[in-house]
């Protein structure tokens, strides 16, 4: 047979030179043979790691077999070797453990996906996009493909610009998703939309994020929410069953309200349980300030059960307390109670109650002997959001995690509109075309907080894979909307006048959503971060490495787009 590929590497044993032949399927032993053919073998002891080479030669039994890879029972005896190219000897070892930094391997970026661990996760991305492709194909969906140069889009993050230089001082926007285009593919009468698509949004770069990354971007006509939740719950059950032989069996469904209220977050991990407990109704009386000042103004007491924790060391209760105090979370402190395996209770609050005061809390959480309660009490919105990420926090420090199984659910009822904390504006909850539930409209004047929208998520493992919502297609409720949002008709015409005009003529009812794709691969995949399933991505500060971008540009192409830059 003939073979090309790369050389991992090689050994000289004896009269003997093995090399390690790398391509995109796997690695195969080759054997060169000094003693039957010496000019052979020669040639092969000078080859470099990362030669190209083709071979001609025998498959044969192996002598001492490997079992660890699937080629390990053979090799191939050479009889003709071409060096196709020769290598540098590379910046890191091209092997799935290696030793070069992210950022070298980010600049060598051909190099890294070299290593079998980047190939096998693109590869498996590709088998993803396959999958999905053949379901929705298979459901009728038809690939529509949509315009990269547009105008702005509603998803509320900064826009990439791209200055025009036939119109200078006019810009097209990159699309933040195709959210129009879909909805206008839909009043065209596409019915069910799909496209494997790239979106940018010109974020700051926190946490996991791309600039640019890919969603599967999905929309039908003529349905209901149900639709949507049987048509992508269905989805996902196809990818896991193809990709991972695995039976996500029916996706459970929690309310957007209930998921805050019990996990503190509107995508809980349900990998495990640990609900968050209120305590308002339950407390017993007490001249605890901490907790009456918190229930006199109208705050919440709630907390967590970390079951057998109750041996908790003081270092490791510090390290909890100065975990909700960092200044994201913002809270004071945690009280504990210790439900020790003796049978005694002790508390941080021990002055304040008894202990039958404390069997009392302790019963609102069920509480066992070994049990440890760690309650917080300041705001609503504080307490929730601390005490969902501590729940993650425990379920890190004990384990709590079975990593063999998948939580992926939906999250549904989501509010239409949001406060800004700071300003105290009503802002949209996901976009704007998002469709109220029709039996909150009586709230939409005088409570529009109250306002439910058919938007839903889906949560995978404690991460967001998809949104998506039924739209808005009668002109009057986009318009309530529109005006809830304080957008007068001038900026609502300047910003969505051409989707307006298209609702004149006949929109459909519709809705839709969006898969991100590559946190999708990422937990399918199991990687840490979304650049280990990205062929060429950027760093957390946004920058491509190994093309060395952005950088400036030649000062006739800024004339030519008539834009100079300011010092
Ligand atoms: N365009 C939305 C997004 O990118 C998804 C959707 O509503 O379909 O989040």
Not at 118 to 147: C, M, N, Q
Not at 383 to 409: F, M, P, Q, T
Not at 419 to 447: K, L, R, V, W
């Amino acid at each position: 047979m003939t073979l090309s590929g790369w050389v991992q590497k090689s050994r000289v044993l004896g009269g003997m030179t093995f090399v390690d032949l790398r391509d995109r399927y796997g690695l195969t032993q080759l054997a060169f043979n000094m003693e039957t053919n010496a000019e052979l073998c020669a040639a092969a002891n000078q080859l470099g790691r990362e030669y190209v080479i083709q071979v001609t030669g025998n498959v044969t039994e192996r002598s001492s077999k490997n079992n660890q890879i699937p080629t390990g029972e053979i090799e191939i005896i050479v009889t003709a070797l071409t060096v196709l190219s020769e290598s540098e000897t590379p910046p890191f070892l091209i092997e799935s453990e290696t030793d070069g930094n992210e950022e070298l391997r980010l600049k060598y970026r051909y190099l890294d996906i070299r290593r079998p661990k980047l190939r096998d996760i693109l590869i498996t991305r590709a088998h993803i996009i396959r999958a999905v492709r053949s379901y929705l194909d298979g459901k009728d969906f038809i690939e529509v493909e949509t315009p990269n140069l547009i105008k702005s889009t509603p998803e509320g993050a900064r826009d990439f610009l791209v200055p025009s230089r036939l119109q200078h001082g006019s810009f097209y926007a990159l699309p933040q998703s195709p959210q129009i285009l879909k909805q206008l593919l839909m009043v065209a009468g596409m019915d069910r939309y799909y496209q494997v698509v790239k979106c940018f949004r010109d974020e700051d770069f926190r946490g996991d994020r791309q600039p640019e990354f890919t969603q599967i971007d999905c929309e039908m006509s003529f349905i209901h929410q149900e639709d949507i939740f049987e048509t992508f719950g269905g989805m996902v059950q196809h990818v896991f069953k193809k990709i991972l032989n695995y039976d996500l069996g029916e996706l459970p469904r929690i309310k957007y309200d209930d998921a805050i209220r019990l996990y503190g977050s509107d995508k809980p991990d349900l990998r495990f349980d640990c609900p968050i407990v209120e305590l308002n109704n339950h407390l017993p009386t007490s001249d605890f300030v901490v907790f009456n000042n918190a229930l006199a103004n109208g705050g919440l007491v709630a907390g967590l059960n970390a079951k057998g924790s109750a041996n908790y060391t003081r270092k490791q209760l510090d390290e909890l307390t100065e975990f909700v105090k960092v200044s994201h979370r913002g809270l004071g402190g945690l009280v504990n109670i210790r439900f020790n395996e003796d049978g005694t209770v002790k508390s941080s609050a021990d002055k304040f109650y008894t202990e039958e005061q404390l069997r009392q809390i302790g019963a609102a959480f069920g509480a066992e002997k070994g049990d440890l309660i760690l309650i917080a009490a300041d705001k609503h919105s504080k307490v929730r959001k601390s005490l969902g990420d501590l729940r993650l926090e425990l379920a890190k420090r004990n384990n709590w995690i079975d990593n063999s199984k998948w939580s992926v659910l939906w999250v549904v009822d989501f509010p239409l509109f949001e406060q800004d904390e700071e300003s105290g504006d009503i802002t949209f909850a996901h976009h704007p075309f998002c469709s109220p539930h029709p039996e909150d409209m009586i709230y939409f004047e005088n409570d529009p907080l109250k306002v439910r929208a058919q938007t839903y998520d889906m949560v995978m493992n404690g991460n967001e894979i998809l949104s998506g919502s039924i739209r808005i297609h009668q002109r009057d409720i986009q318009e309530k909307v529109f005006n809830n949002l304080g957008l007068t008709p001038e900026d609502r015409d300047k910003k969505f006048g051409f989707m307006l005009n298209a609702f004149r003529y006949g929109a459909p009812p519709h809705g839709g959503c969006a898969f991100g794709l590559d946190r999708m691969v990422m937990l399918m995949t199991g990687g840490e971060t979304i650049r280990d399933v990205i062929a060429f991505p950027k760093t957390s500060g946004g920058r491509d490495l190994m093309m060395d971008a952005p950088t400036p540009v030649d000062g006739n192409q800024l004339k030519d787009l008539g834009i100079a830059i300011r010092e």
